[in-house]
Structures are given as structure tokens and as C-alpha cells.
């Protein structure tokens, strides 16, 4: 529902973006900024998959450089694996009874009314989703009683068979004047790393720049957080993820359990860091380890970790336990 909230109050507040409609009095985007948007909201219908294993975006338009971003930094923490296991019942709302539900062939529509007296308006919004839980249908219909004039503004989203937006057609129709009928189209070609946005504002190239490590996790932790990350991490009794900040012979370690005993908590007492260089650190920590047992420990343990294009990492560490 998130997803539906966000493109409704950026679709239906502001449709001049999308359908061309004149706006005095506001200021117009230019055709680069529009051609941008577009690209957003093709990213955005894939759920941003596109991004996986990337590092960096590069964006231009008619061969001219438009915009450089470094992806890490906002989506290296995504969890791609759970969205790309989301289905269309992952979007259900389980405490709205005012949406209504309904499945066919596996995909999902959700529907919703709504009324608004002030102007003698009645709303109908409903959302169509795929069995995989992507968009293919937003539509916002509202019907005016003292005129009988219906608005119907909707998104359609096409798909190829690995579930990569196609097209995206916007859509706005007037049932008593369809002189103010609109329609704006936009279509993607997928190349090897590269992404091909076309539509009546131009054409953009996206190309995606791949790590050199595919699947890993991009944290931009200093050395010190990376260290008290995986103290945390062990106090939960969670070591599967200390792995994502770890790597070289620390993975190997995480193999088998580096705790003898299961701990309620892990609390950090003292501790020395020296960065030997911009790719390397040596930490030494002092921990107060409390067991399931009711017993406690003092532990003395140092990291060693380096710095990779996805962030720190701790590439060997040792525990007294070992």
C-alpha cells in the first residue's frame, strides 16, 4: 500500500508531469527533468531489481552526460532476495477492511471507494497486481453526481516474462469531453547493463555499472561500527548475518558457531583501533559477555578488516573461544 500511496499522491496531484496538461501559475520541469521522472517510474514498476549487483548508474540523454549516481549508498542494504520472493499477497493489508480483495490466476486486485461530499464526488481507486507482486494496473476513477462527469486517470504497466516494465502507459479520460483526453507512453529496451527510456520527452541511456563482487552487501560503516555491528549481531544470537560484514577468513570462521555457548547479550566494556592504512584497521575490544546460562565472561577480541568497494569488511578475527 505504500507503493500505491506514493504514486497516487505523485501521479494524481501533480498529472501535468505525466499527461501534459497546462499549469499557469507553476513552474514546468524541462524536458530533461521530465525524461528523469521517466526513468524513475520505470525503476521504481521493476522494484528497483535493476539495481541488484550494481554499483552505479550513468545516466544520459542524446549522448550527453546527464546524471552519475553511486547506487551502494541508498540500495546496497537492500534485501533482494525478499523482494524478489514478494508475490501479489505480500501487498494485502491485513487491517483495512475498507479494501477488498480479490484473486485470479494468482494475481491480486485490491479496491477501495471513497466519498466526498463537499463537491458531490464519488471515487473508485483499484490496483492490479502480477502473481510476483508487480503493478500492472493503477486506476484512479471519480465520478461527479450534479454533472455526471466521470475522470478515469490510470497506469498501466507491461511486462516481458522476466518481469522487466516494458511499457508504461499513462492515461487520462474524460467521459463528457474527450477533447481533454490524454495519453503519454513510455518504452524500455533492455541491453547487457544498459537500460533504453524512450518517451515524448526524448530518449535516456542508463548504464549500470556492475560490482566486481556480485551479491554482496554495501555498508558504509566506519572500521569501529563494522566492529560493533558484529558484537551486536553475535549478542542475538544471529551470527547468519555477521556474515554480510565479514569476508577471506572471517567467512570461513562463521562456518561453524564462535561461541560455545548461547548469549543473552554482549555489551562493550574498552577498546583501541589504529587505521594502518586507508584499506586496512586492527581493533582490539574489551566485551562483557553474558551466557543463556546465568555465567559471564570478560573477552578480549581483536578484528583485523579491510576496505572493500562495497565498504568495510572484517577479514579475520579472534575470539578466545575459538
Known amino acids: 500500500m505504500k507503493y500505491i500511496l506514493t504514486v497516487l499522491i505523485i501521479l494524481f496531484c501533480f498529472p501535468a508531469v505525466f499527461f501534459?496538461?497546462?499549469?499557469?501559475?507553476?513552474?514546468m520541469l524541462s524536458k530533461e527533468r521530465l525524461l528523469?521522472?521517466?526513468?524513475?517510474?520505470?525503476?521504481?514498476?521493476?522494484?528497483?531489481?535493476?539495481?541488484?549487483?550494481?554499483?552505479?548508474?550513468?545516466?544520459?540523454?542524446d549522448g550527453t552526460p546527464y546524471q552519475t549516481t553511486d547506487l551502494r549508498k541508498k540500495y546496497g542494504s537492500t534485501d533482494w532476495s525478499k523482494i524478489e520472493n514478494e508475490d501479489a499477497s505480500t501487498y494485502?493489508?491485513?487491517?483495512?477492511?475498507?479494501?477488498?480483495?480479490e484473486f485470479s490466476n494468482g494475481s491480486m486486485t485490491a479496491s477501495y471507494t471513497y466519498d466526498e461530499s463537499l463537491v458531490n464526488l464519488h471515487g473508485e481507486v483499484k490496483t492490479v497486481y502480477s502473481a510476483k507482486g508487480f503493478v500492472l494496473l493503477l486506476e484512479k476513477k471519480r465520478t461527479f453526481a450534479a454533472d455526471g462527469r466521470t475522470e478515469t486517470e490510470s497506469v498501466i504497466n507491461e511486462f516481458d516474462n522476466s518481469n522487466?516494465?516494458?511499457?508504461?502507459?499513462?492515461?487520462?479520460?474524460?467521459?463528457?469531453d474527450q477533447s481533454k483526453n490524454k495519453?503519454?507512453?513510455?518504452?524500455?529496451?533492455?541491453?547487457?547493463?544498459?537500460?533504453?527510456?524512450?518517451s515524448n520527452n526524448g530518449t535516456m541511456k542508463c548504464e549500470l555499472v556492475p560490482a566486481k563482487e556480485r551479491g554482496l552487501f554495501y555498508s558504509d560503516l566506519s572500521a569501529r561500527e563494522t566492529a560493533s555491528q558484529f558484537r551486536y549481531i553475535l549478542g542475538n544470537n544471529m551470527p547468519g548475518n555477521?556474515?554480510?560484514?565479514?569476508?577471506?577468513?572471517?567467512?570461513?570462521?562463521?562456518?561453524?558457531p564462535v561461541l560455545?555457548?548461547?548469549?543473552?547479550?554482549?555489551?562493550?566494556?574498552?577498546?583501541?583501533?589504529?587505521?594502518?592504512?586507508?584499506?586496512?584497521?586492527?581493533?582490539d575490544d574489551q566485551w562483557r559477555v553474558n551466557y543463556a546460562d546465568g555465567s559471564e565472561a570478560s573477552m578480549n577480541v581483536k578484528f583485523s578488516l579491510i576496505q572493500t568497494e562495497n565498504g568495510w569488511r572484517i577479514s579475520d578475527f579472534v575470539l578466545p573461544e575459538e
Open 242 to 256: 555477521a556474515r554480510k560484514y565479514c569476508t577471506g577468513h572471517a567467512l570461513e570462521k562463521l562456518s561453524k
Open 260 to 283: 560455545r555457548k548461547q548469549v543473552t547479550s554482549i555489551s562493550f566494556v574498552s577498546g583501541t583501533g589504529r587505521i594502518s592504512s586507508e584499506k586496512e584497521s586492527e581493533i
Open 92 to 101: 494485502q493489508v491485513k487491517n483495512n477492511p475498507d479494501i477488498k480483495y
Open 36 to 61: 528523469d521522472v521517466d526513468a524513475y517510474h520505470v525503476f521504481r514498476t521493476n522494484k528497483y531489481l535493476d539495481f541488484k549487483d550494481m554499483v552505479e548508474i550513468k545516466k544520459s540523454i
Open 20 to 27: 501534459g496538461q497546462e499549469m499557469k501559475g507553476v513552474a
Open 164 to 176: 522487466r516494465v516494458k511499457k508504461i502507459i499513462s492515461r487520462f479520460e474524460n467521459n463528457k
Open 183 to 198: 495519453e503519454a507512453v513510455v518504452n524500455v529496451d533492455y541491453k547487457e547493463n544498459e537500460i533504453v527510456i524512450n
